[in-house]
């Protein structure tokens, strides 16, 4: 018979059970005896420049790979990735954050230890606010069931969780013979019928049903779902900006962005003209809404998430998200012939026809359209890099990553990490403002050290440029670096300086070619200049703050 597994161990299997491959942090003190366990087991270690890079990265590699593995000490490591894991807990992105801590012998009489803040619980506290579900191992009499009530939770509503690890208990045995509790959620059966009955009244007799896929139809892994339903029906699919490559944006039910008015014209007027608006998995945020362009009416919509399932005005409980969709497939909708229906522009041949013309933002992302490929991951990054990047056309689904809620700069290259280990059959293509690349750029040694080889494009536009088009100031610049000398620092990789078309060119051909490593191309571009996509934007924020 076996014995009982120490803490630190049954909790790496279980993070392995469920698929996770890879730990990213940096240690200390408090969690070194948790790190020599994971050395010694199937999991690799990552270790990132900055823990912020970390959490970014295991919230990448959430998004790929269904579960995200942050290891960290204590508060020094720990509230360092309170900001990414407040953008998982905000755009549903399973991270298990994993903390080491003081051990609970050491604890007595409340001493002074290093790390500490306040009271022992302080960064316990922290995480209370941020995540679905939290727990400090304190007790080996509890402890592995503690790991799979949280584990659990990090699955059930694909957002991060908290496991705090005292040092001094790592290596303790749980209690022997534990069973871990398999995971089955059931829906109540009557409420999952009679929301789909009601469901297929509405689609059936709708003239113009429309889906509105969502963020959390790639997170409960539902994309073939989707797909079936469109093909099966005949109704044809929209994404949001979060939800973009839901499927395969050439899919010939497929018909674009739904942005409210930030984005095209034709698509806003299909959906919103729509009297069965089937929105699934959808997150109703001021970006997805086009800042509250949108006009949706909820007594013409079908609204199904993992929290909330309504019909017109009648809401269901107790019916998981996954259930309704997959039922949807199977309760006889009436199949009805592909209408005229707007559709995507796939990416045109791009046509050099200034080599010295001097890049701008537009001719940029057109040119980038041309470059993507089936193994493409597109990474973006916060500002101009994510607003161009709605415009993108892209080929497969889930090939595209950026925070288009929360919106914390500084995601995109340490998520290019997290995404290529999580699918190493992807090369990233990491789209980045100079501002959001100052703050967490140094992530490519990462990039570096690990073999992996994202092509970072830098849009040099010298300093804030979203801000800048909201309200000016000095407040708006940043230090000008040599960004594309960044091979030099690091001893590895390539780059480019890009000023014209005829550059970019030349240099994207380059760095597909150079697999052996990452390329960074520093693209130059007018301070003023903007994607369409933000021109529309900025305008409607600006009106914003100035009303308040
Ligand atoms: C961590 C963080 N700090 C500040 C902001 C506010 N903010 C939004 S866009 C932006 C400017 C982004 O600059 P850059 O990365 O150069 O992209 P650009 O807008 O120039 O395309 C700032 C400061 C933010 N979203 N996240
Ligand atoms: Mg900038």
């Not at 392995?16 to 199937?42: C, E, M, N, W």
């Not at 953008?87 to 012998?105: D, L, T």
């Not at 830098?458 to 801000?467: A, K, M």
């Amino acid at each position: 018979m076996r014995n009982s597994p120490s803490i630190g161990q049954y909790l790496i299997e279980r993070l392995y059970a469920y698929g996770v491959r890879h730990v990213f942090g940096i240690p200390g003190d408090y969690v070194l005896g948790f790190y020599d366990q994971l050395t010694k087991s199937k999991l690799t270690i990552i270790n990132t420049c900055d823990e912020q890079g970390a959490g970014f990265a295991a919230d990448a590699y959430a998004r790929v790979n269904g579960l995200g593995v942050v290891c960290v000490t204590y508060c020094v490591g720990g509230l360092k990735v309170a900001n990414t894991t407040a953008e998982a807990f905000a755009e549903k992105s399973p991270v298990v954050v994993i903390s080491g801590a003081p051990g609970i012998k050491e604890r007595e009489k409340n001493p002074l230890l290093h790390h500490k803040v306040r009271e022992f619980d302080t960064q316990k506290k922290v995480f209370e606010q941020l995540t679905i579900a939290s727990t400090v191992l304190n007790d080996a009499q509890t402890a592995f069931q503690e790991i799979d009530r949280v584990l659990h939770a990090a699955l059930r509503y694909k957002r991060p969780v908290y496991i705090e690890l005292p040092r001094d208990l790592a290596f303790v045995p749980g209690i022997p013979h534990h069973h871990t509790p398999e995971i089955h959620e059931r829906s109540d059966r009557k409420a999952l019928s009679a929301a789909l009955t009601d469901a297929r009244e509405m689609i059936n007799s709708a003239r113009q049903p429309v889906i509105l896929a969502d963020v959390e139809i790639h997170r409960f892994g539902l994309q073939d779902q989707v797909l079936k339903l469109a093909r099966n029906t005949g109704i044809p699919v929209a994404a949001t900006v979060m939800g973009k490559s839901v499927i395969g944006e050439q899919h010939p039910f497929y018909i674009g962005t739904y942005e409210g008015a930030m984005g095209r014209e034709e698509v806003r007027q299909y959906v919103e003209s729509s009297d069965c608006l089937i929105m699934l998995g959808a997150f109703l945020t001021d970006i997805n809404l086009g800042i509250y362009t949108a006009r949706l009416d909820p007594g013409r919509s079908i609204y199904a998430t993992s929290e909330k399932l309504s019909v017109r005005y009648r809401t269901y409980e107790d019916v998981r998200f996954k259930d309704f969709v997959r039922g949807l497939i199977g309760i006889g909708l009436r199949r009805r012939k592909l209408g005229k229906i707007p559709r995507p522009t796939p990416a045109k041949k791009f046509e050099l026809k200034n080599e010295q013309a001097p890049l701008t933002v537009k001719r940029l992302f057109q040119r980038l359209n041309a470059f993507l490929s089936e193994n493409t991951i597109v990474v973006a990054d916060v500002g101009d890099a994510l607003f161009g990047a709605a415009d993108l056309f892209i080929r497969q689904r889930t090939e595209f990553l950026g925070p288009a809620y929360y919106a914390s700069m500084g995601f995109a290259v340490p998520a290019s990490v997290g995404a290529q280990l999580a699918n190493p059959g992807l090369r990233p293509l990491v789209l980045v403002g100079d501002g959001a690349f100052q703050m967490t750029g140094m992530e490519l040694a990462t990039s570096a050290r690990y073999g992996l080889n994202p092509i970072v494009i830098v849009l040099n536009n010298n300093g804030y440029g979203t801000e800048r088009h909201m309200q000016d100031g000095t407040y708006n610049d940043v230090w000008p670096w040599h960004y594309s000398r960044l091979p030099d620092v690091l001893g590895t990789g390539r780059g480019f300086i890009v000023e014209t078309e005829g550059e970019l060119d030349r240099a994207l051909v380059e760095a597909e070619k150079w697999t052996k490593g990452f390329s960074i191309l520093e693209v130059k571009l007018d301070q003023m200049d903007r994607s369409p996509a933000l021109d529309r934007l900025a305008s409607r924020l600006a009106k914003r703050i100035q009303v308040t």
